[in-house]
């Protein structure tokens, strides 16, 4: 009953402080941004390290565990394989659009419609 209220306060007392649509948007609007940067920050991250995991995985499997030609794959070998396919998903929901974003930021806007 509440929501109901305060949605029809702000539709009927424009000028009401406490109940009117500019306060309603504005909180909206600073809600959606946080979720965002929160959203942001977490997919960063979580890419970061899963990108450490595959490389650091390939890196000490390699080092440890080298192949021999000839010689059917093993295990961890084949594990290796899989971590370049991780890498590659790690980066495209992590750090791959960056750049785009970033080049986006940094042209010249007068040539926009």
């Given at each position: ?48 390290a899963?990108?450490a ?61």
């Open positions: 009953m509440q929501p109901l209220f305060i949605l029809l306060m702000a539709l009927v007392v424009p000028g009401h402080q406490d109940y009117g649509l500019h306060k309603l948007t504005h909180l909206h609007s600073e809600h959606i941004r946080k979720i965002a940067n929160w959203v942001v920050q977490w997919s960063l991250l979580v890419g970061s899963g990108q995991f595959a490389m650091l995985y390939i890196g000490i499997n390699s080092a440890v565990n080298p192949t021999k030609a000839g010689e059917p794959l093993t295990g961890t070998s084949t594990f290796s394989i899989v971590c370049v396919y991780l890498f590659v998903v790690f980066y495209s929901f992590g750090w791959g659009p960056v750049p785009f974003v970033l080049s986006s930021e940094c042209s010249p806007n007068h040539g926009e419609f």
